[in-house]
């Protein structure tokens, strides 16, 4: 699909009630928030024999669709880009089990860094995850800092290094329709003592997350500069 067809297009890949049944009651950022947290708290506690299990990993990454979206028109290239991801990432679960089975399994078939690999995908989910993190953090670091700056920054430092010019100059176009921060907290659900409380813990879990992910690639000898 052209760059620019995801601005117009109303295809969007979305999750079923179900599988957001365990999600737990809350507004969307605080169950995104909640997952994260879980995810967390299984790696700094599991044993060096310990994999992080595909399912359970894509569970708590389809909570964060639901952010992209509230994101709106300028984010829409990423929420549907994110959201395909994850799913096939989910409906790979079953055969593959784990995160690190997935990137075996690419590292045995010389495939990592073709087009449809689950690896790269599971590249483009992590970049996804630490996308948020960032905005989140700029968001955060002064309450003069608009939700563009904030989005424009973070997609800067995150993103378009791996973009191109195509994608970095479709985004940037479309930064003019990011909604307002009262806007935001109003599609989030949140008032400000709140969402600080939410972001702040996502910005926290989140963070081994990606540490965790990286290390997967990087303990295969595989560079994270793609």
Same mark, same amino acid.
């Given at each position: 699909m052209d760059i620019f067809s995801y601005f117009t297009s109303d295809n969007r890949v979305s999750y079923s009630e179900d599988e957001f049944e365990d999600a737990g009651e809350g507004t969307a950022i605080?169950?995104?928030a909640d997952a994260f947290e879980e995810l967390s708290d299984l790696i700094k506690n599991g044993n060096k024999n310990d994999e992080l299990r595909l399912k359970v990993f894509c569970d708590a990454c389809s909570l964060v669709s639901v952010l992209f979206g509230s994101l709106g028109l300028a984010f829409k290239f990423a929420e549907m880009e994110y959201t395909s991801k994850?799913?096939?990432l989910a409906d790979a679960a079953e055969i593959y089990g784990t995160l690190s089975r997935v990137i075996d399994c690419d590292v045995k078939t010389d495939t990592v860094k073709s087009a449809e690999s689950l690896t790269r995908k599971l590249r483009r989910v992590r970049q996804g995850l630490d996308l948020i993190r960032e905005l989140f953090q700029n968001f955060l670091s002064t309450d003069d800092y608009s939700l563009k700056e904030a989005a424009s920054s973070?997609?800067?430092q995150v993103c378009?290094?791996?973009?191109?010019?195509?994608?970095?100059?479709?985004?940037?176009?479309?930064m003019c329709a990011l909604p307002t921060r009262d806007q *935001?907290? *109003?599609? *989030?659900?949140?008032?400000?003592?709140?969402v600080?409380?939410?972001?702040?813990?996502?910005i926290k879990a989140s963070l081994p997350v990606i540490k965790y992910?990286?290390?997967?690639?990087?303990?295969?000898?595989?560079? *994270?500069?793609?």
């Open positions: 605080s169950m995104m994850v799913r096939d973070a997609y800067k378009a290094p791996y973009h191109t010019w195509a994608v970095r100059t479709a985004v940037s176009a479309g *935001l907290l *109003l599609n *989030l659900n949140e008032t400000d003592e709140s600080e409380i939410e972001m702040r813990r996502y992910i990286d290390n997967l690639y990087t303990a295969r000898g595989i560079t *994270l500069d793609w």
